[in-house]
């Protein structure tokens, strides 16, 4: 989707103190190899702070960086890939109380449930929730995830090259604002849903701890059953296929993008499966930031975002692309040009 005239006019994170990756390593939680190999420098470790009441931080200090008032707000979209604090419960309509409160009386409340991927996701939803009206005059996205025990080991939950991190952020997409938001768009492969349910049956209610290695391990083993190519092979192409799109969307090619963020997957990782398939350098990337908050579910995006320009590295007339990659699966991608220093911006 080609963004025309949209914005992002305002960038906030929620991030808790970080703990020292070595910790866990002495602590027999983390395995000695996938540090090396991860390069991981720390993680941020909420305590206490639930995910929605981090989205709300963010997700107040984005509007107020936006010069938006809460009743200028016409969409607020949650995106989250684990556990928020209470079930059955949308907490979305936390956020939106906290932020908005009775000023967004008139802007819908909705989570995305696109896990990863989810806040790009929820970029491309409020682009084109904005664009079908032009009286609508901005939407926020927020995100926010806090993995915890026991239902959730952040140290090896998920795959060898993730290691998760607490954490929130927020964006304001509006009429004006610093970056120009170019163009965002999302491939999916769904017959890779199963890599992250496995061979687990259907409960009646949550309560099992995430085990995504014994998952992923059990999908893998009906590999034969499936056609479209190797697991591998999918998910290059649905990365492949999500960053060429937007790039022509946006009228771009890859040597124009300054800076790229991706998941803050492993060093390993990142490398082989994002940055050499693309022809990029790490040094073109966010890495040097994502090594030490580890993996923020869906906030990776917005948080690397915030940071290159906070500290000045993304300054106007650079190009960013942001790529996220989501269980499911899904590839959101958005392309944005700063086109002026914010007053927040060092």
């Given at each position: ?210 085990d995504v290695r014994d998952r992923r391990a059990a999908f893998a083993g009906g590999a034969a059953d499936r056609p479209g190519g190797s697991v591998g092979e999918r998910i290059a192409s649905g990365l492949a296929d999500a ?44 890495w040097d930031w994502g090594r030490r908050t580890g993996h923020v579910g869906a906030a990776d995006q917005l948080t690397g975002l915030t940071h290159l320009v906070e500290t000045g590295r993304a300054a106007p007339g650079d ?23 914010p007053s927040w911006s060092a």
């Amino acid at each position: 989707m080609r963004c025309g005239d949209l914005f992002l006019s305002g960038l906030a994170y929620r991030l808790p103190p970080a703990v020292d990756v070595d910790t866990a390593v002495g602590e027999g939680r983390y395995d000695p190899e996938d540090r090396r190999a991860d390069g991981y420098a720390s993680v941020t470790v909420a305590d206490g702070e639930a995910p929605p009441e981090m989205a709300a931080a963010a997700g107040r200090l984005a509007l107020a960086r936006s010069g938006t008032p809460a009743s200028g707000v016409s969409l607020l979209l949650h995106a989250s890939a684990w556990f928020q604090g209470i079930d059955y419960w949308p907490a979305a309509a936390y956020v939106h109380r906290e932020v908005l409160g009775d000023a967004g009386r008139r802007a819908p409340a909705l989570d995305v449930q696109q896990m990863c991927a989810g806040a790009l996701g929820a970029v491309e939803l409020a682009a084109s929730y904005l664009a079908a009206d032009a009286s609508r005059g901005a939407a926020l996205v927020t995100t926010a995830d806090r993995y915890a025990d026991p239902g959730f080991d952040r140290w090896r939950g998920d795959v060898r090259g993730i290691v998760y991190g607490d954490g929130a952020a927020a964006a304001v997409i509006g009429r004006t604002g610093f970056a120009r938001l170019l163009a965002v768009s999302t491939v999916v492969d769904t017959g890779l849903e199963g890599m992250y349910r496995g061979a687990e049956p259907f409960a009646a209610a949550p309560g099992r701890p995430v085990d995504v290695r014994d998952r992923r391990a059990a999908f893998a083993g009906g590999a034969a059953d499936r056609p479209g190519g190797s697991v591998g092979e999918r998910i290059a192409s649905g990365l492949a296929d999500a960053v060429g799109g937007t790039l022509d969307e946006a009228g771009l090619k890859p040597g124009d993008i300054d800076r790229y963020v991706f998941p803050n997957v492993g060093e390993h990782v990142l490398r082989t499966k994002y940055a050499e398939p693309l022809g990029l350098d790490l040094d073109r990337t966010a890495w040097d930031w994502g090594r030490r908050t580890g993996h923020v579910g869906a906030a990776d995006q917005l948080t690397g975002l915030t940071h290159l320009v906070e500290t000045g590295r993304a300054a106007p007339g650079d190009r960013v692309l942001l790529v996220g990659i989501g269980a499911g699966f899904a590839w959101s991608c958005a392309a944005v040009e700063i086109v002026a220093r914010p007053s927040w911006s060092a």
